[in-house]
C-alpha cells in the first residue's frame, strides 16, 4: 500500500469551491461597481444631484451586497454544478465567525491607532478596511490553487497605502481602493472560468 | 489488523468517505468526479455505506433537475477518524509511512499540494 494522506484528500473539496472562479468573479465585478459609485463624486464636482446620488447609492451598495450570493449560484448552476459538482460546505458556528471578524477589526484599527496617530479615524478607515480584506481575501482563499491569495491582499495593502500615503481623503481612498481590486479579481475570475469550462466537460449525473 | 473496519478499508469507500469528512454534503457528480469511479461502481459503494450507516443519501430536485446529495452521518465521521487513527498506528508501527495524523505540517502542505482537485490519490 502506498502512502496517502487522507487529510488532503479530506481538503480537496474546500478547494472546489473557487476551482470555477466564479465567487472571484462576482466579488470583482461588485467591487468594481462599489469603486465606480463612491469614485463619482470624487470626479465630478458638486452639483444638484449630490443629494439624490447619496440617497440612493447606499441602497445600490447594499443590494449589490444581497445579490453576489445569488448571482454565484446562479451562475454555478449554468457552469459549475453539471461540470464538477455541487458541494454544500459546513456552515461556520455564528459564535466563532463573528468572533473572528471582531478580533481582525479590533486588531487593525488598534495596529493602526500605533502606526498612523497623527492622523484622524476617518483618514484611517480606507487602510482598516484594506487591512481586513486583505486578512479576509487570504483566508477564503488560502485552501485555492494558484496565487490569488496572495496577490490580492497584495494589492489591498498596496492599493490601501496609496490612499494614505498621497492623502487622497476617505471617499478618493476608497474609490481606489475598490476600483483597483475590482477590475483585478473580475479579470482573475473570468479567466479562471474560462479555463475551467474548457478543461472540464458536463458529466450526466 | 483484524479490527480494521472492512467497510472502510475498501480504497474506494476510503476515498468516499475521506471526500466527506470536512463537509456537510455533495452530489454525485461531484463524487463521481473526484473518485474517478463509473456511475454503477460509485452507486454501488454508495450503497454499501448507506446499508452501514456512514452515509445518508438524499434525492431532492435543484429546479427540475435532479439532486443526489450525500453526506457523512455521525458514525460515518467516528468510523473514518477511528479508522485513520488505527492505520497510522499500523503504519507506524511497521515502520512504513505513516498516513497523516504523526506527519508533520509541513509534510501535509505538501501531499496536499501534490493532489489537485483533479486528481485521484494513489489508493492501491
Known amino acids: 500500500m502506498q502512502s496517502i494522506n487522507l487529510n488532503a484528500?479530506?481538503?480537496?473539496?474546500?478547494?472546489?469551491?473557487?476551482?470555477?472562479?466564479?465567487?472571484?468573479?462576482?466579488?470583482?465585478?461588485?467591487t468594481l461597481l462599489w469603486g465606480v459609485l463612491i469614485g463619482i463624486p470624487e470626479l465630478v464636482p458638486r452639483g444638484e444631484w449630490w443629494r439624490p446620488y447619496w440617497m440612493i447609492v447606499p441602497f445600490v451598495l447594499a443590494a449589490s451586497g444581497l445579490a453576489a450570493p445569488w448571482v454565484t449560484n446562479r451562475l454555478k448552476e449554468r457552469f459549475s454544478y453539471r461540470r464538477a459538482g455541487y458541494v454544500e460546505l459546513r456552515k461556520p458556528k455564528g459564535g466563532y465567525a463573528w468572533a473572528v471578524i471582531g478580533f481582525l477589526l479590533c486588531t487593525s484599527l488598534v495596529a493602526s491607532a500605533f502606526v498612523f496617530h497623527s492622523k484622524t479615524w476617518l483618514e484611517l478607515l480606507p487602510v482598516v478596511v484594506a487591512t481586513g480584506m486583505a486578512v479576509g481575501l487570504h483566508f477564503l482563499l488560502r485552501k485555492q490553487t494558484g496565487m490569488g491569495a496572495y496577490?490580492?491582499?497584495l494589492l489591498c495593502l498596496v492599493l490601501g497605502a496609496i490612499g494614505l500615503a498621497l492623502n487622497l481623503g476617505t471617499g478618493a481612498s476608497f474609490a481606489v481602493l475598490y476600483a483597483g481590486l475590482g477590475p483585478a479579481m473580475t479579470i482573475g475570475g473570468g479567466l479562471r472560468l474560462i479555463r475551467f469550462v474548457r478543461s472540464n466537460e458536463e458529466i450526466d449525473g | 489488523m483484524a479490527d480494521l473496519d472492512r467497510v472502510i478499508h475498501e480504497p474506494a469507500r476510503l476515498l468516499v468517505v475521506a471526500l466527506l469528512r470536512n463537509i456537510e454534503s455533495a452530489d454525485f457528480v461531484f463524487l463521481l468526479k473526484e473518485t474517478g469511479l463509473t456511475k454503477g461502481n460509485l452507486s454501488s459503494h454508495l450503497s454499501k455505506l448507506e446499508e452501514a450507516g456512514y452515509v445518508a443519501i438524499d434525492k431532492t430536485y435543484r429546479g427540475k433537475i435532479p439532486l443526489t446529495l450525500i453526506g457523512l452521518t455521525l458514525a460515518g465521521q467516528e468510523a473514518f477518524d477511528s479508522y485513520k487513527r488505527q492505520i497510522g498506528g499500523l503504519l507506524a508501527r511497521a515502520g512504513g509511512p505513516a498516513t497523516d495524523n504523526p506527519g508533520s505540517r509541513k509534510q501535509k502542505r505538501s501531499a496536499a499540494s501534490a493532489s489537485g482537485p483533479d486528481q485521484v490519490a494513489p489508493l492501491t
Open chain 1, 151 to 153: 496577490l490580492y491582499p
Open chain 1, 9 to 30: 484528500i479530506s481538503q480537496r473539496p474546500l478547494r472546489t469551491i473557487n476551482a470555477d472562479g466564479i465567487p472571484e468573479f462576482v466579488m470583482g465585478v461588485q
